[in-house]
């Protein structure tokens, strides 16, 4: 897995202590509106292109960066759907974190969808009514931006059922 320079540095100082992030999450669709998903290398469950911005960076740049280091894929941000926090993830090392999400829908401009980095074990295009298996969160990010016209959805404490 590759983790940002900056949060190897923290994490020296840190341990695994829980940090806050701030995420982005792409929702990829293609000429034909098929969504662009990757199985993830640390979980092997499905889900949509995601990652960590690095300090001074652009949320929307970030999506472009992660869809091209990750699938091979050229994107376009069109839409920032939804404004979300993730549940506090703990890793297979042992690292907590908490992520501020940011979901941007976006277009597909060019490449071939492949495995492109050691953060996926494989990539695809699913029809919005044949995903796969995707947990929660990934569902409702992915319904959330095929359905968006704006502005951005906000979750609120009260709309958070507790597991």
């Given at each position: 897995m590759a983790i940002p320079e900056f949060?190897?540095?923290?994490?020296?100082?840190?341990?695994?202590?829980?940090l806050w992030l701030s995420g982005v999450s792409a929702v990829?669709?293609?000429?034909?509106?098929?969504?662009?998903?990757?199985?993830?290398?640390?979980?092997?469950?499905?889900?949509?292109?995601?990652?960590?911005?690095?300090p001074g960076e652009q949320p929307a740049d970030t999506v472009v960066r992660e869809c091209l280091e990750e699938?091979?894929?050229?994107?376009?941000?069109?839409?920032?759907?939804?404004i979300t926090v993730s549940r506090m993830l703990e890793y297979p090392n042992g690292d907590r974190a908490q992520y501020l999400e940011l979901t941007f829908r976006c277009r597909k401009v060019s490449g071939e969808a492949r495995v492109n980095d050691d953060e996926s074990l494989e990539v695809?295009?699913?029809?919005?009514?044949?995903?796969?298996?995707?947990?929660?969160?990934a569902r409702s990010r992915i319904e959330r931006a095929l359905t968006c016209t704006g502005p951005a959805a906000f979750e609120?404490?009260?709309?958070?059922s507790l597991p």
């Open positions: 949060l190897v540095d923290l994490r020296a100082i840190v341990g695994t202590r829980p990829v669709l293609d000429e034909h509106g098929r969504v662009l998903l990757g199985r993830r290398a640390d979980s092997g469950r499905w889900s949509v292109i995601s990652g960590i911005i690095d699938t091979g894929v050229t994107v376009e941000p069109e839409l920032l759907t939804s695809g295009w699913f029809a919005p009514d044949a995903l796969p298996d995707l947990d929660d969160s609120h404490a009260a709309d958070l």
